[in-house]
């Protein structure tokens, strides 16, 4: 099967915690020049992409783009620690009880909730983190669809060219067979040509058969294209 060296792929893996969008595409060049842009939290995933898509190209100047976007913040809960605000009441329960004193602000048995926003770590914001072998696993599978499809694209590509060159292959070889007809025609006209111009000037003389002969075999020589018939006809075949 022909393939191009030309190709695009795309594709990508949305889920609640994150988005990975993954392009590749190429141009020709005479070897394998792979080029992957991925953001830092990837790096460690390079060479690992870089053998995936070997498997899918062997030629053409590739390059391959991946973002990320992470919707984290999204996952952001609020959290409240009941067993440190515990702390803290029971802590000013035995500081007045120390001191005999009461202090002033929130009633114990309902504080305001703004003096518990005031108490460090009683509520606090929690991000759901994403498992690193999800996300090494969505990247892969992400990859190797964005391969697939760069792959089909270049597939697709080839067999375009495969008929633009068969096309063009038929018409060079009808040309070959035109060419082929006509050689023997132009030996015959040029030694009419020559009878022709003698005629003109010798008159009534006859022109030495030998002389003919071997202005008509220097001329054919020249003009001989079945070695060039042969190959092109070699080419058009294989």
Do not use: W
């Not at 893996?13 to 830092?40: A, F, G, M, Q, W």
């Not at 060159?165 to 060419?179: F, R």
């Not at 075999?217 to 020249?222: C, G, I, L, N, S």
């Amino acid at each position: 099967m022909i393939k191009s060296m030309t190709g695009y792929g795309r594709h990508e893996t949305v889920t609640d915690d994150y988005k990975i969008l993954i392009e590749i595409k190429s141009v020709n060049h005479r070897y394998c020049d792979l080029n992957i842009k991925l953001p830092k939290k990837f790096n460690a995933y390079e060479n690992e992409l870089r053998g995936i898509l070997k498997g899918y190209a062997a030629r053409g100047k590739i390059d391959a783009y991946i973002s990320y976007e992470d919707y984290s913040e999204k996952n952001v809960e609020v959290r409240y620690h009941d067993n440190i605000a515990g702390g803290y009441m029971e802590a000013i329960e035995k500081a007045e009880e120390l001191y005999s004193t009461k202090f002033p602000g929130a009633s114990l048995k309902y504080p305001a909730a703004t003096d518990f926003l005031k108490l460090p770590e009683v509520i606090s914001l929690e991000t759901k983190e994403v498992e690193d072998e999800s996300l090494q696993n969505d990247l892969k599978e992400t990859f190797e669809e964005a391969c697939k499809m760069f792959r089909e694209s270049r597939e697709r590509e080839g067999e375009h060219l495969k008929t633009d060159i068969l096309s063009k292959l038929d018409y060079i070889l009808k040309l070959v067979k035109k060419i082929e007809e006509r050689s023997p025609e132009i030996l015959a006209e040029y030694r009419q040509k020559i009878m022709t111009k003698v005629e003109e000037l010798l008159g009534d003389k006859q022109i030495d058969d030998t002389i003919l002969a071997t202005e008509l075999t220097v001329f054919a020589d020249k003009v001989c294209v079945d070695e060039e018939t042969v190959r092109l006809h070699s080419h058009i075949k294989n």
